[in-house]
């Protein structure tokens, strides 16, 4: 699976018998993919498996339709945030009974920060300054700073650089650090941080940990328990393929499930649901974290997006991602060494994610004019085309092709048109 040669020494020809020995192309046949359509977006929003939509019919017509409430209990709705918690947990390291599907990424980080915050409150009160990547996802600083402003009483969200994350805070981790807030994978370049020594400095530090797995989950193997890591969240609308705006996850170590409640005290984490008492009392273990009524339709597409991930060999899905990966470094270096092209994702497969981020002065227009031809990538700021590399539906014919039509568009300066310069809501 694995390209030793530069390659220059690569055409199209040889892509397509990579392709031909792929132990994952099967997996293709599962997507809906529109014809003419290279799509490479997965690290965004994961491409519609062939069951989703059958399923949301089953459960609109059958389950809602004929069995109405009923179906909380016959269909098995009641317990659809741990069911698929724990088949979350099978493709995160994280251990049967540890993880519920719930709520969105935001909100579950709010819950997990406020936790830890409560739980290092008691053991280190001095401890008041949360740290996070200063390239970490916007919206996960926001929320941090958001529940730091709630706290008052001087908490306070100090930004960091990758580089001082990959050095293991040498210059940062200080005696006043309760928590650190991490992405596994850097959503703009790609950037992969090794979790279990990045989990080891920071409880050296005294602090605890949070991990980020929105851009890493599905995409390479992850062991949360053997890492030592306190709690995790991410999405399943990625590389998950759960649909646009499906659930999100959070996991909690086994030892910490009790520690500490979390804010958003909502029924379904009561201990005793249906007693309606007026007083709260947390659930035990992980299902204290839930908050309110789920959406049965919404889980349930999310769960056949899991069930194709079971099915899949881990391994095998991290070492084509990075092959693709390899190829289209490759192919850029040797075919756009004309243009102001650069690699921003890091070589080295220790690093490196599952996505490959180029820069160029003219990154938003050059992606619209490949989008234009049915070659699907997305744009972040500053100059940044992303190409998501999805394993289970992406192949190497479809890198070579991305980067040929990619090659086309600056050799000819397609780009350089009035209708690639206008930006839409979503870029």
């Given at each position: 699976m694995?390209?030793?040669?530069?390659?220059?020494?690569?055409?199209?020809?040889?892509?397509?018998?990579?392709?031909?020995?792929?132990?994952?192309?099967?997996?293709?046949?599962?997507?809906?993919?529109?014809?003419?359509?290279?799509?490479?977006?997965?690290?965004?929003?994961?491409?519609?498996?062939?069951g989703a939509a059958n399923r949301a019919q089953e459960v609109i017509a059958d389950e809602w339709g004929t069995g109405l409430i009923r179906s909380w209990n016959t269909a098995g709705w009641f317990d659809l945030p741990?069911?698929?918690?724990?088949?979350?947990?099978?493709?995160?390291?994280?251990?049967?009974?540890?993880?519920?599907?719930?709520?969105?990424?935001s909100i579950n980080l709010f819950k997990a920060a406020s936790a830890a915050l409560k739980m290092q409150a008691t053991d280190a009160p001095e401890r008041r300054v949360i740290l996070t990547q200063r390239e970490n996802f916007p919206s996960d600083i926001y929320m941090l700073q958001g529940l730091a402003e709630q706290?008052?009483?001087?908490?306070?969200?100090?930004?960091?650089?990758?580089?001082?994350?990959?050095?293991?805070?040498p210059n940062t981790m200080t005696a006043e650090v309760a928590l650190v807030v991490l992405t596994h994978v850097n959503y703009r370049t790609g950037r992969l941080f090794d979790m279990s020594s990045t989990t080891s400095a920071i409880h050296a530090g005294g602090a605890m940990v949070i991990w980020d797995l929105c851009h890493s989950a599905g995409a390479l193997e992850i062991d949360l328990a053997?890492?030592?890591?306190?709690?995790?969240?991410?999405c399943t609308y990625k590389f998950l393929n759960g649909g646009p705006g499906s659930p999100a996850f959070i996991w909690v170590a086994e030892a910490l499930h009790n520690r500490?409640?979390?804010?958003?005290?909502?029924?379904?984490?009561?201990?005793?649901?249906?007693?309606?008492?007026?007083?709260?009392?947390?659930?035990?273990g992980i299902r204290r974290y839930l908050t309110g009524t789920h959406s049965a339709i919404s889980m349930s597409v999310a769960e056949v997006g899991l069930n194709t991930f079971g099915r899949a060999d881990m391994a095998q899905v991290r070492a084509k991602s990075l092959a693709l990966s390899d190829l289209f470094i490759d192919l850029v270096e040797a075919r756009l060494s004309a243009h102001p092209v650069e690699v921003i994702t890091p070589r080295?497969?220790?690093?490196?994610?599952?996505?490959?981020?180029?820069?160029?002065?003219?990154?938003?227009?050059?992606m619209s004019a490949l989008i234009e031809r049915g070659i699907i990538g997305d744009y972040r700021e500053p100059s940044i085309l992303r190409f998501g590399l999805t394993p289970l539906y992406i192949g190497f014919t479809d890198v070579w092709d991305t980067v040929e039509a990619l090659r086309d568009i600056l050799d000819n300066r397609t780009w350089d048109a009035p209708e690639h310069k206008l930006r839409s809501a979503v870029t």
């Open positions: 694995m390209i030793s040669e530069r390659s220059a020494t690569l055409d199209r020809t040889a892509c397509e018998r990579l392709d031909r020995d792929d132990p994952l192309r099967s997996f293709k046949d599962e997507f809906v993919l529109p014809p003419n359509t290279i799509y490479l977006d997965g690290n965004s929003l994961g491409a519609q498996t062939k741990t069911t698929l918690g724990d088949k979350v947990a099978g493709l995160v390291g994280g251990g049967a009974g540890n993880t519920v599907v719930t709520d969105t990424t706290l008052g009483d001087d908490y306070e969200v100090r930004l960091v650089d990758d580089a001082e994350v990959t050095a293991g805070f053997g890492s030592g890591a306190d709690m995790a969240v991410g500490a409640t979390q804010p958003l005290s909502g029924w379904w984490s009561h201990a005793k649901q249906f007693d309606m008492s007026p007083e709260y009392a947390p659930a035990e080295e497969h220790e690093h490196r994610g599952s996505q490959v981020s180029i820069s160029h002065p003219e990154g938003f227009a050059i």
